[in-house]
């Protein structure tokens, strides 16, 4: 419950640029948010119009916005099922070396996931969408003129161990980006709690 509101407060608070078929936000609004990421967002979702005109129209009707706000140090991008939302990571989408081509890789990946949850799916089988969603990545990134480097990466991701996918992976990914914005203290507190819930 407290994610849901986070994420919904999240959305509420952010700049939104609605000119591409999915509205993009950005929470913290920051000069380099604001002239690069948001703009990236927005070119990402006319690269897959352009490239993948169904793929996108689907996009449309399943993703309602997409939030760049995080860390990469969790996840380059998050389907977030209650607010029917991707979260891409704001510190990864900023970076100059990041290309609108990849993060529309990562926006049909994340995508895929909200494909899928409709069918539901619970950890045992996160491995296995996971593989799927990363085929999809693929075979859009086969589409794109220059797409050599982005196949390779969504090759790489479908080889990677089922593990990486665990609840108790995520939650140490979450703690180690904390760690880098929060006292040791806090980050403790957290990492309790987060167990209890978990067991």
């Known amino acids: 419950m407290l994610v849901y509101w986070t994420n919904r407060l999240a959305w509420a608070l952010s700049r939104k640029d609605t000119t591409a078929q999915v509205p993009v936000g950005a929470l913290f609004v920051s000069s380099d948010i604001q002239n690069q990421a948001i703009p990236k967002v927005v070119a990402a979702l006319r690269c897959i119009q352009q490239v993948d005109a169904v793929r996108s129209q689907r996009i449309k009707r399943q993703v309602k916005r997409i939030l760049v706000v995080g860390s ?10 209650p607010l029917r939302m991707i ?16 993060i529309a890789l990562t926006i049909v990946h994340e995508a ?12 045992p089988l996160r491995g296995r969408v996971e ?21 390779a990466i969504a090759r790489a991701a479908m ?3 089922p593990e990486d996918y665990s609840t108790e992976r995520r939650r140490r990914r979450i703690l180690d980006a ?22």
């Open 72 to 81: 990469r140090l969790v996840a380059y991008g998050i389907w977030y099922r």
């Open 87 to 102: 979260s891409l990571a704001d510190d990864w989408v900023k970076d100059n070396a990041t290309s609108c081509e990849r």
């Open 112 to 123: 895929t996931h909200a494909r899928l949850w409709c069918f539901g799916y619970d950890e």
């Open 131 to 151: 593989r799927i969603c990363n085929y999809q990545a693929l075979v859009f990134a086969s589409r794109l003129p220059e797409g050599a480097t982005l196949v």
């Open 159 to 161: 080889d990677r161990d």
């Open 178 to 199: 904390l760690e880098t914005v929060l006292p040791k203290r806090i980050v403790a507190l957290v990492a309790r709690f987060s167990r209890g819930r978990a067991a």
